[in-house]
């Protein structure tokens, strides 16, 4: 009996996984074979002339917006309430103060071209919109090592809480499972499932793939590494003594191991040089005076012609008349500033929930790379603060800025910790992957989101009313949901066109479908209105649809207003 194409899909998946089954379906042409770019915003040049728009918030959406409409020939004016732009894509140097709610300032003593992104700090390949905009405004981008197989994962119940490199557990991992699927082979439990031939096929992979021994078991390979590397003369070498697979499932490696074959994280990502800062920066200068600092917006209301912003500049009280509205400023901070909003986007702001994420970086020696051959990529431990992210920039130097703790401080008792004692987990996670290390580290800097103003929060996390985008696993772990099945979330086309809601959507209060409609001549943007949370990507796709929007709108109204032109006429 033959399989339908959904049926030989799932067992490629459940057999290769996630990665097997996309290749898989790139193979039957179900998908494309790269990201599809967008389409041009549908809009002649010239159509903007003679219209206005005030864009509420400097980060990547707000910045984005300005671009595009400029060159449809709008007059835009956008508000930032910070001294730079960017918004949450923040580079720290050597000699920036970094000031948080609630703890004293943090002067950084970096040495000279040393940096660290404590927002965004990667770009996936698979995300062309930011890639052209790169390209276009001349950022110069290098490779982001995001993952490599001489990090390290640890956890307490494995290996008598030694580290294990990451090649050692991926292919002890895989060669047990594969003697596993070997004998179950050999025993007919699978008789059922494949025909004799793809018996003999499947046996022969699983040899070259385990990889087994002609008895079928997995005894180690040279792909999990050696505990004494080969040499010349008689130094074979000495392979690593394989963990066995009752240590691997004790220890909950998976998380760590799988992080880099999630689709946003897959390779090849790039990471601008010098600092993600570069992006918002160029964008800046190419928008030149149109971009207004040091402007916190108090007040945003609707009128007869259009809206009216009210907004503090340098401690003068100012107001903006414009045609049209785009607002890019955090839930958490619009939910403070009255406005003419709907009720119903006003329940979503009100009621959403940021995560509080954080980064804590230390200068320090380049011992992960002078001594475990360590460049770039991410550790994991299961307690403390992970992961721990190397640099990729400044490779083979002597010394480089390195994040030990990246996550929500939300999920752990870190937000109640001091200043201090944050600095010390931080410590304890490195020792912890490499003992003798923590002291190396020195000139710490620590930025929690939570603490961050006309930010409060890092990205968005629930929409309110249970329309959350994460959920908790068996084990209580919160894991995110896929964004395509988000409880709430319907499936948007590049330019706002709508396309068939997932099962999951069509159950909940639709609080995210509230938020994404225009409430005109107000339109919300940023991340937190596409499907791409926390991703910069998501931030300039929400610009563009909002662009599209805009366009779509105004070409509508004066449709809509010729007939009584020409009656008058």
Known sequence: MGLSRRDFLMRVGQAGGYSAAFVAMQGLGLVEHRAVAQARIEAAPGSGNGTTVVILGGGISGLVAAYELRALGYQCTVLEARSRPGGRNWTVRGGDSVVLNGMAAQRCTWDTGHYQNFGPARLPSIHTHMLNYCRKLGVELQVEVNMTNSAFLQNDKANDGKAATMRQVANDTRGHVSELLMKCINAGALDAEITSADRERMMDFLSTYGPLNDAGSYIGDDRAGYS????????????????????????????????????????????????????????AKSLGSLVKYNSIVSEIRKTSHGVVVSYVEGGDKKSIQADYCLCGLPLTILRNIPNDLTESHQKVVRESEYAHAYKVAWESRRFWE???NIYGGLEFCNVGCSPIWFPSAGMFTDRGVVVSGYTDELDSSFATLSYREKLEESRKSMERLHPGHGKELEKPMYVGWGRVSFNEGSWIQSYGSGDSLYKKDKHGRRKRVNSAQAPGIVQKGSTGGEKQPTAAATETNGAYEALIQPDWPIMLIGDHTSHLVGWQEGAALSALRAVQAISDHVKATKLASAPSRMNQS
């Open 228 to 283: 004494r590397t080969p040499g010349a003369g008689d130094e074979a070498g000495v392979l690593s003594v394989p963990l066995d697979m009752h240590t691997l499932l004790d220890a909950n490696f998976w998380e760590g191991l799988l992080f880099d074959q999630a689709f946003d994280q897959q390779a090849t990502m790039f990471q601008p040089v010098g600092g993600m800062d570069r992006i918002p920066y160029a964008f």
């Open 370 to 372: 002078e001594d475990y």
